[in-house]
Structures are given as structure tokens and as C-alpha cells.
Nanobody, 126 residues
Framework: QVQLVESGGGLVQSGGSLKLSCDISGVVLDAIGWFRRVPGRGREGVACVSRSGYSAQYSDLVKDRFTTFRDNTKDTVYLQMDNVKPYDAGTYFC?????????????????????WGQGTQVTVSS
């Protein structure tokens, strides 16, 4: 049975950096998406990394600030958050699906993902 477990959340100053991890147990043959739940905005797609790790896609809100990559030897996907903004605060989730090993263009779509981690909280101080 596949499980996803996020970690690495916490308090970060505006302009600072934080690195989230998504540990994968079980066999995942699909892309991994990152999402965040923000009060008043619901859950929004942030980034996606392909099964191979060779390609990634980002939402316009985080492009050029966040980087997602995976270490398949460790079965872990990372979200490196740089130059964090106050509006980046929220609960971050990783998720997977069983439809495609590659990411679609731009931010991942929540409706396409079926297996979710429990989330990790990111708080940004200004």
C-alpha cells in the first residue's frame, strides 16, 4: 500500500527558505504533485515532478522561487522553497495518482490526484 508522508514544515521569515520532504512508501509509478491549502483560497496546485525526476512544472505563483525534485534512491520528493512570501503560508501536501508518470503543463490539478499525504504546515513571518 502506498503512503506519502510530508515533513519539513515550520516557521520561516519572509524572504527565507524552507525545504519540504515527501517520503514515499510503496511503489509509485506516477508523477508527484505538491499542493497547499490556504485559508480563503482552498487547495491550490504548486508544483509537479515527473516519475523520472527529469521534468517539473510550477504554478505561476511559485515559479522561479520553488524547486521540486526527487531522489528515487531514497523514495523522497522535495520542495525547496526560496524567497518565501507571506502568501506562501499554508498546509502543504504531496499527492500522487495512477494516470501518468509525467506532469501536465503548469500547476497540477487537484482533481487528478487520488492519494494524499497528511500535510505539513508552513508559517511565514513578515
Amino acid at each position: 500500500q502506498v503512503q506519502l508522508v510530508e515533513s519539513g514544515g515550520g516557521l520561516v521569515q519572509s524572504g527565507g527558505s524552507l525545504k519540504l520532504s515527501c517520503d514515499i512508501s510503496g511503489v509509485v509509478l506516477d508523477a508527484i504533485g505538491w499542493f497547499r491549502r490556504v485559508p480563503g483560497r482552498g487547495r491550490e496546485g504548486v508544483a509537479c515532478v515527473s516519475r523520472s525526476g527529469y521534468s517539473a512544472q510550477y504554478s505561476d505563483l511559485v515559479k522561479d522561487r520553488f524547486t521540486t525534485f526527487r531522489d528515487n534512491t531514497k523514495d523522497t520528493v522535495y520542495l525547496q522553497m526560496d524567497n518565501v512570501k507571506p502568501y506562501d503560508a499554508g498546509t502543504y501536501f504531496c499527492a500522487t495518482r495512477d494516470t501518468s508518470p509525467v506532469c501536465g503543463r503548469g500547476a497540477p490539478l487537484e482533481s487528478e490526484y487520488t492519494l494524499w499525504g497528511q500535510g505539513t504546515q508552513v508559517t511565514v513571518s513578515s
